[in-house]
Structure formats: C-alpha cells, structure tokens
C-alpha cells in the first residue's frame, strides 16, 4: 500500500443534511435536503519547489441559492458544452443556467424521474466533422415492462444504458428499446441465455474465491447490497454485486480476467484514473482505493458517515455535513514510494495505465523498474516470473546467470560490479547494488532446481536470439560484400556472449538433467574450453568430454583423452573409440591419424585396420601411398591386408600398389619359410600370389622378375615370363624345371592366339618337347599327346622338320587323319564362300 491520495477536510458542520454534490473545474456543488444549493470555489494545492503539492486546499462558499428548489436536490450534473446545470428535484429534471443558475426549462414529461445519467462524447457526424454529443437518460417509476425500481444506470457507448435494479442489471439498447438482462442472481441461469450465464458464472466463482480466502466469514455476514455501476474509460463500466465488482463493455461482456474483490460490501462506488474508489458499508465506514487492474488495495482511509462520491479526476466524498477532497498525489511521487517499498508490480502498472505526459525526468523508465522488479522476484524465489521479465526486458544473461551461486556462474568473466538504481525524488536517493561477485541469494536445494529450470529456459531463448542475431548480420555482410567467406561474422561481445550462455546452460544440464549435456556439446557451441574440461572430467563424462573436443577441433586433445580412458570400464573402454574418432578425421589431419594410430594397431591391429579399411566416408580420401609406407613400417601384414583392400575392393589400378603387392607377398613367403612349422603360412601367401600374379594386368612383370629367387619361385617366374612375352622359357620352366605337361598344356591353351601365327605357343611347346637343351633326349610322347590334341593349329610341315627321323609312321595316323580332316574340311569351306561370292556377282 502507498498514499495515493491526501484527504482534506473542506467542508465542516454544514447546517444543511447534503443530498448531492458534483465537481466540475473550480467549482464544487452541493446539493441539500431544503433545496439549497451551495456553490464553492476550489484552489487547488500548490506545488513546491521539490514538486510536491503544499498542504493546503483553500474552499470558499461563492453563493448560497436558498431558493433553488423548494425540496431535496437528489442529483447534479453539468452540461458543459451548452452551460447547463442539470438537477433532480421533486422528482423531475431541471436545466439552469450554469453562470446565472436561472431556470432555463423544467423537462416537464420527466415527471416521476428518480435519476438520470448525462453523457457527453466527441463524434464524427457524417463521418468527417467532430461535434460534441450530449445524450442524458432520465429514469421514472415504474419502468415500462420492468415492474421493479431503477436504482442506477450509466451510458455504455454511444447508444446502450447499463441499467441496476434490486437483483438485476440489464443493458437496453436505447435505438431499439431492447432489453437485455446481464445477470439476475433470483433467476437460474439458463432462463437468461449466454450472456447472464457467463456474468453469473463469473460473479460466483469470485464470491467463491473470496469466501475461502476469509474462512467463510464474509459469505455470513454479507449481504446484497444496491446495485452499483461506474463508468470507466474505452466504454468500459464497472458492476458491483455484493462484495465483487466486475467490469462489462458496450456488449455487456467481461473485459478483464479478474475483478475486484472488496472488503466488505460498498455502498457507493467511483473511479479516478487509475484507481476504483468504493465506500464500504460497516459499523465502520471506510474508503478502499484499489488499483483497477492489479485490483490490489492502494489506500484505505477511515470516514465515518460517508455515503456520497464524485467521479473521475476531482474526487470528493461527502457525509451528511461534511466534505472531504481526495487529492491524488503526483504521480511520480506515488511511483517513487512504491518503489522504494519494493511493489514494483503496482508501480508498472500505474505507469502503464497513465499518460506518459503527467511523468517527469526524475521518474525511472518502466524498464528499469521491472528489471527493480525481476531482483525483487528473484530475490524472493519467483524464479519462473523473475526469469520471464528479464528475458521480455533482454536483460544480458551475464547479468541473469550473475544471480546463481557458483556452481553455475562460477565461469563468469571479472567485471565491475552494477547499480541497479531506484527512482529518485527530491531528498531521496535508494540504490541497489548487484555486484557479480558478491554471495548470491541463498538457496535450498529443491531451490536451486526450480531456478536452474527456469534459467535453462531463458538460456535457451537467450541463445537463439543471439544466433539469429549473427545470422543476420551475415546475410547484410553477404549482400554488402564480395568477400563474404573472408568476413568475420561473429563480433567479441557476440562470442562472448554465447560463450557465457553456452557455458552456463553445460552447467545447468549437469545440474538437472545430465542426459541433456550430450545434446548440448554435439552441436556446434561456445561452452568455455577450460570449464567444460574441468566439469567433465570432474563427472567423468568421457564420452561428452570427446565430443566437445571433436567440436572445439581440439582433435590431440580428444585423442590422448580416449588413450587415457580406454582401460577404464565403461562406454569408452577398448581401442574402437579411438578407431571411430581417428575415422572421421579426414585427410586434413592425416598426421594425427597416423601419430595415434601406432599404438592402436600395435595393441589390436584387426580392429585398428578399420581406421584405413572400413566403409566411412573419407576413409577413400586418405593418401594410399602414405598409408602403404606407414603400415610397411609397422606390419608386412597389416600392409598386405591395406594393399588387398584398396586392389580388390576398391578397384585401385595404381601400378605401383600392385607391384608392392607382389613383393609383399614374396616378402611373407621369405619370412614364413625361414620358421619352421610355417608350411602352411608360406603356401597360404604363395597360393595368393600366384593368383594375383595371373589375374592383374597392373603390374610391371620386369621388375618382379629381378626380385624372384633363381633356385626357386618357378610357376611365378613363367607366369612373369608369359607377361612379357618370352613363352619359349615360360614353357621350358613347366617342362624341364617343374615337370607339369598339362600345366604347359594349359598355358597354351591360354596364351594361343591364331591371329599371330609367328607367336604359335604349341610349335613353342613341340620345340621344348622335341629340342630339349643340353644332353636331354627328345620327349616324343608328350609331344606326340599335344599333336593329337592341338595339330590342328600347328603347320605339319613344321611339325615334320622337329619330329625325330626314328619317329614311326602309324604314331603319327591320329595327327594326319585330324590334319587332313581339318584341310578338307577348310577346302570346302572356302569353295562353298566362293561359289557363294560367284553367284552375288553373276546376280
């Protein structure tokens, strides 16, 4: 509560019992019980020089019109635009001049009137000039069709009256005399349609409200009270019902969420920006003064006999033979005591709801007064609102996060503390100090969640902001210049900033939700290197701790962390951590790849291999020839197992890879065959390089001639040989030096090319057989087999010339009868074209 008003006593022991009063500029009407009217004129307060109003108010009786009316003056209003006095006397409106107060005309047909309601607005006529409209409504007993007594009413707009009888409120529309009942608490509910409903839903679930907030006791002691409306501004008006008031439009709608809940029943009601006034019934009379949107109870001032309130700005209060002024007090006095009592919520709300124009320099920006607000909050553990009005203000998360203990904001950067200032009057000065390194609130630990939740939500908004921040600023940079790739986006106070939200949010995912850390340091972010180290280790969260190096490009430091840990149980135990990492680095880290690769492979080389073997994208990229002389360092095996890879799934045609290949494989087989019991080892690699030897075309068969063993390697020295062309010794080495006839057969068979009849490997092959070097006798019977089988591709007159002269006839009766065969049969090939041939050219 503050003191939104003085109360000044301005008319004492008035011999008249008063009836009515109306203010209006200067100028204060009072109405009596004989007929009197008594006009005063009003000084208002001065201000002093430090801006506040002087204690005085001066009131001075200007005329006593005695004769006025010859009974009661019940109701008074003014007409200004026309300089009219409007009253109600002896049940009928009257109109006087408002200088001369001389009767201007009785409104004879308001016979019977019991009151009346004067509204005047600015409208457009014709839509173009504005004009004052005054409408006046005038009520009479009985009300047509509504046999009960009109209590009160107010214009709603321009054309609608709120009307309030003993148990009911109704809006007629006064164009059409239509009749609408908003709520009538004798009547059920759905005998009134929607409307009275939704009104009567909300009366009770406030009186409701208000009978557990004070035990009960208020719903015994109250009871209905007369029907009260107060026309508030943006045709608003305000409805009382016992205890509550709510607030209606020109629809006869509620306009706000709440009403207003009063301590006791009020017999009069009114309003001066921004406060609802209410005269409470009781053994005790008193004014309540409430806020009409926060609805909280601003001033409470003891009147007793009080039965009598003016509207709007000049607000007066009367009982039977007194006056009291309530005089506002300047608005930024009021702000600056709310403040200074820490109700920063009354405070916003008072600046939100006045003109702007009635502040001054001396009275602190709304913003800063809600951010007076959110420490408030925060201080007092309304962590959830606090947050929400630092982040609706964009308060810098360095300054938010500042306000949590250590654990959370321990990383922040030094800086000089901040003061945060509260609206200063004239001899008056509070300050409020937020040092960030001074000991924050104090917290429980169910606290100290609930703020850590609240703070990951702003954090997370906080983040995205800043990101779409530096997007923008990159699209700009991008339109103004060519070099976009060369620009540096992001600014220090940007980076830093992400950095210190980044960090924080680590550390409030460790604090409530560890699973959520992960997520965090896999995405691209700004924590702070040396904090996160330091949390992660400290919680052993390896795994985590990889990923943010992954991120940071701090790749040695994530290598040598997984070396470190991979004898420890747990998710990053074993060599496949590292092998995965090692995969994804890419070519551009190839060094590192190969720096920590060494012990991988030397600890489990068939897991290891997959950093070089496996299917990951980029894997392919890595230099091939680098990796070649690295595994050779390493392991002939390892090497062999890189160069199969690359040759028979990769498809490399490098001819250097397959050479290597080649003396890899003659390499395993030295090896193997210099330890006994390596037998099987030693065929293993031969058998697979007899294979590659046949099968690729990629490497060079001179130079792995030179590297061949000359008291060994036969079968691969022909194959080599065959490569290059030499056939004569390839089939002398499966002859003479390997004894294998049908593997010299076979290699004719696959090296026989018809086309070349001076490259004929089966007269090569004859000649090995029947010309052996040396000493060596004549094979004719080898000879003999590939004549029967394959003569047919050989010249017989060469074959007579190498057949021994001792050679018998009938031996050689399968070679001619096949030979001959095949001439004839050539003869009448040739004979059946050229007949063919004749007969195309004859036609």
């Given at each position: 509560?503050?003191?939104?008003f003085?109360v000044?006593?301005v008319?004492?022991k008035?011999?008249?019992?008063?009836?009515?009063?109306?203010?209006?500029?200067?100028?204060?009407?009072?109405?009596?019980s004989?007929?009197t009217?008594?006009?005063?004129?009003?000084?208002?307060?001065?201000p002093?020089?430090?801006?506040?109003?002087?204690?005085?108010?001066?009131?001075?009786?200007?005329?006593?019109?005695?004769?006025?009316?010859k009974?009661?003056?019940?109701?008074?209003?003014?007409?200004?635009a026309?300089?009219?006095?409007?009253?109600?006397?002896?049940?009928c409106?009257?109109?006087?001049d408002?200088?001369?107060?001389?009767?201007?005309?009785?409104?004879?047909?308001?016979?019977?009137?019991?009151?009346?309601?004067?509204?005047?607005?600015?409208?457009?006529?014709?839509?173009?000039?504005?004009?004052?409209?005054?409408?006046?409504?005038?009520?009479?007993?009985?009300?047509?069709?509504?046999?009960?007594?009109?209590?009160?009413?107010?214009?709603?707009?321009?054309?609608?009256?709120?009307?309030?009888f003993?148990?009911?409120?109704a809006?007629?529309?006064c164009?059409?005399?239509?009749?609408?009942?908003l709520?009538?608490?004798?009547?059920?509910s759905?005998?009134?349609?929607?409307?009275a409903s939704?009104?009567?839903?909300?009366?009770?679930?406030?009186?409701?409200?208000?009978?557990?907030?004070?035990?009960?006791?208020?719903g015994?002691?109250?009871?209905?009270?007369?029907?009260?409306?107060?026309?508030?501004?943006?045709?608003?008006?305000?409805?009382?019902?016992?205890?509550?008031?709510?607030?209606?439009?020109?629809?006869?709608?509620?306009?706000?969420k709440?009403?207003?809940?009063?301590?006791?029943t009020?017999?009069?009601?009114?309003?001066?920006?921004?406060y609802?006034?209410?005269?409470?019934?009781?053994?005790?009379?008193r004014?309540?003064?409430?806020n009409?949107?926060?609805?909280?109870?601003?001033?409470?001032?003891e009147?007793?006999?009080?039965h009598?309130?003016?509207?709007?700005?000049?607000?007066?209060?009367a009982?039977?033979?007194?006056v009291?002024?309530?005089?506002?007090?300047?608005?930024?006095?009021?702000?600056?005591?709310?403040?200074?009592?820490?109700?920063?919520?009354?405070?916003?709300?008072?600046?939100?709801?006045?003109?702007?124009?009635?502040?001054?320099?001396?009275?602190?920006?709304?913003?800063?007064i809600?951010?007076?607000?959110?420490h408030?909050?925060?201080r007092?553990h309304?962590?959830?609102?606090?947050?929400?009005?630092?982040?609706?203000?964009?308060?810098p998360?360095?300054?938010?996060?500042?306000?949590?203990?250590?654990v959370?904001?321990?990383?922040?950067?030094?800086?000089?503390s901040?003061?945060?200032?509260?609206p200063?009057?004239?001899?008056?000065?509070?300050?409020?100090?937020?040092?960030?390194?001074?000991?924050?609130?104090?917290?429980?630990?169910?606290?100290?969640?609930?703020?850590?939740?609240?703070?990951?939500?702003?954090?997370?908004?906080k983040?995205?902001?800043?990101?779409?921040?530096?997007?923008?600023?990159?699209?700009?940079d991008?339109?103004?210049?060519y070099?976009?790739?060369?620009?540096?986006?992001?600014?220090?106070?940007?980076?830093?900033?992400l950095?210190?939200?980044?960090?924080?949010?680590?550390?409030?995912?460790?604090?409530?939700?560890?699973?959520?850390?992960?997520?965090?340091?896999?995405?691209?972010?700004?924590?702070?290197?040396?904090?996160?180290?330091?949390?992660?280790?400290?919680?052993?969260?390896?795994?985590?701790?990889v990923?943010?190096y992954?991120?940071?490009?701090?790749?040695?430091?994530?290598?040598e962390?997984?070396?470190?840990?991979?004898?420890?149980?747990?998710d990053?135990?074993?060599?496949?951590?590292?092998v995965?990492?090692?995969?994804?680095l890419?070519?551009?880290?190839?060094?590192?790849?190969?720096?920590?690769?060494?012990?991988?492979l030397?600890?489990?080389?068939?897991?290891?291999?997959?950093?070089?073997?496996?299917?990951?994208?980029?894997?392919?990229?890595?230099?091939?020839y680098?990796?070649i002389?690295?595994?050779?360092?390493?392991?002939?095996?390892?090497?062999?197992?890189?160069l199969?890879?690359?040759?028979?799934?990769?498809?490399?045609?490098?001819s250097?890879?397959?050479?290597?290949l080649?003396?890899?494989?003659?390499a395993?087989?030295?090896?193997?065959?210099?330890?006994?019991?390596?037998?099987?080892?030693?065929?293993t690699?031969?058998?697979?390089?007899?294979?590659f030897?046949?099968?690729?075309?990629?490497?060079?068969?001179?130079?792995?001639?030179?590297?061949?063993?000359?008291?060994?390697?036969?079968?691969?020295?022909?194959?080599?040989?065959?490569?290059?062309?030499?056939?004569?010794?390839?089939?002398?080495?499966y002859v003479?030096?390997?004894?294998n006839?049908?593997?010299?057969e076979?290699?004719?068979?696959?090296?026989?090319?018809?086309?070349?009849?001076?490259?004929?490997?089966?007269?090569?092959?004859?000649?090995?057989?029947?010309?052996?070097?040396?000493?060596?006798?004549p094979?004719?019977?080898?000879?003999?087999?590939i004549?029967?089988?394959?003569?047919?591709?050989?010249?017989?007159?060469?074959?007579?010339?190498?057949?021994?002269?001792?050679?018998?006839?009938?031996?050689?009766?399968?070679?001619?009868?096949?030979?001959?065969?095949?001439?004839?049969?050539?003869?009448?090939?040739?004979?059946?074209?050229?007949?063919?041939?004749?007969?195309?050219?004859?036609?």
């Open positions: 509560m503050h003191d939104a003085k000044y006593t008319i004492e008035l011999p008249h019992k008063i009836e009515s009063i109306f203010a209006q500029g200067d100028k204060l009407y009072v109405g009596t004989t007929g009217l008594l006009v005063y004129s009003v000084r208002e307060p001065l002093t020089q430090d801006g506040r109003q002087e204690e005085a108010i001066s009131v001075t009786l200007m005329e006593t019109l005695k004769t006025f009316s009974k009661a003056i019940e109701q008074i209003d003014i007409i200004k026309v300089g009219v006095l409007v009253t109600l006397t002896d049940n409106v009257s109109l006087h408002i200088d001369t107060f001389a009767l201007r005309t009785q409104l004879n047909n308001t016979r019977g009137a019991t009151l009346f309601s004067v509204f005047s607005k600015i409208e457009f006529q014709d839509g173009l000039v504005p004009q004052v409209v005054t409408r006046l409504a005038v009520a009479e007993f009985p009300i047509p069709d509504r046999l009960r007594t009109l209590r009160t009413m107010e214009w709603v707009g321009t054309q609608n009256l709120c009307t309030g003993d148990n009911e409120y809006l007629m529309d164009k059409t005399s239509v009749w609408t009942t709520f009538s608490p004798g009547s059920p759905t005998a009134q349609g929607a409307l939704t009104l009567e839903s909300t009366f009770s679930t406030w009186n409701n409200i208000s009978s557990r907030a004070t035990g009960g006791l208020m015994l002691v109250s009871k209905s009270g007369k029907p009260l409306i107060t026309r508030l501004p943006n045709d608003e008006i305000l409805l009382g019902k016992e205890h509550s008031s709510i607030s209606v439009g020109v629809d006869g709608m509620p306009k706000r709440n009403g207003i809940e009063w301590n006791g009020p017999e009069e009601l009114g309003y001066s920006n921004p609802a006034v209410a005269i409470l019934a009781g053994l005790t009379r004014i309540e003064i409430r009409i949107e926060t609805r909280a109870v601003v001033q409470t001032v009147m007793p006999h009080a009598l309130l003016t509207q709007g700005k000049l607000l007066y209060i009982s039977a033979d007194e009291w002024r309530l005089i506002p007090n300047s608005f930024p006095q009021q702000i600056d005591e709310l403040v200074q009592k820490e109700e920063y919520q009354e405070a916003i709300s008072l600046i939100n709801q006045i003109d702007p124009v009635l502040l001054d320099e001396t009275v602190d920006t709304l913003g800063r809600k951010l007076l607000y959110a408030h909050l925060f007092n309304h962590y959830e609102e606090a947050l929400a009005l630092f982040l609706e203000l964009n308060v998360a360095v300054d938010v996060i500042a306000l949590y203990p250590a959370i904001s321990g990383h922040l950067p030094p800086k000089e901040e003061v945060v200032s509260s200063k009057s004239a001899d008056t000065a509070t300050t409020e100090s937020h040092d960030r390194h001074s000991p924050p609130i104090i917290m429980s630990t169910k606290e100290l969640e609930d703020a850590v939740g609240c703070l990951i939500r702003f954090l997370a908004d983040r995205q902001k800043i990101q779409q921040s530096i997007k923008l600023q990159q699209q700009n991008e339109s103004l210049s070099n976009y790739q060369d620009q540096e986006h992001d600014t220090p106070e940007q980076t830093e900033a950095e210190i939200v980044d960090t924080a949010l680590l550390k409030s995912y460790m604090l409530t939700n560890e699973r959520l850390v992960g997520s965090l340091l896999r995405v691209p972010n700004h924590c702070n290197l040396e904090e996160t180290e330091s949390l992660l280790l400290k919680h052993k969260k390896y795994r985590e701790l990923d943010f992954r991120g940071k490009k701090q790749h040695r430091k994530a290598l962390l997984l070396k470190s840990v991979h004898t420890i149980s747990g990053m135990h074993g060599v496949l951590p590292t995965y990492y090692l995969q994804r890419g070519v551009d880290h190839f060094n590192l790849i190969l720096e920590f690769g060494t012990w991988i030397e600890s489990d080389p068939i897991v290891a291999m997959k950093i070089f073997i496996d299917d990951e994208p980029g894997i392919d990229k890595l230099p091939r680098k990796i002389s690295y595994l050779e360092r390493l392991s002939l095996d390892l090497c062999v197992m890189y199969e890879h690359i040759i028979h799934e990769l498809r490399d045609e490098t250097e890879y397959h050479n290597t080649v003396v890899s494989y003659l395993q087989m030295q090896r193997d065959s210099a330890i006994s019991g390596n037998e099987d080892a030693v065929q690699s031969r058998t697979k390089l007899l294979e030897l046949d099968e690729s075309t990629f490497y060079k068969a001179e130079r792995i001639l030179s590297r061949l063993p000359t008291d060994g390697c036969y079968e691969e020295r022909a194959i080599l040989l065959s490569r290059i062309g030499q056939h004569d010794q390839a089939l002398n080495i003479h030096k390997l004894k006839f049908q593997a010299a076979e290699y004719c068979i696959k090296n026989f090319d018809e086309n070349d009849p001076s490259k004929n490997v089966y007269l090569l092959l004859l000649k090995v057989y029947l010309k052996p070097p040396g000493k060596e006798k094979m004719l019977e080898p000879a003999l087999d004549l029967t089988r394959h003569g047919t591709f050989i010249d017989p007159a060469a074959i007579l010339n190498l057949l021994p002269a001792q050679t018998r006839v009938d031996q050689l009766y399968k070679f001619f009868e096949k030979s001959i065969r095949e001439s004839n049969k050539t003869k009448h090939v040739d004979m059946v074209v050229k007949n063919l041939l004749k007969a195309e050219r004859l036609q």
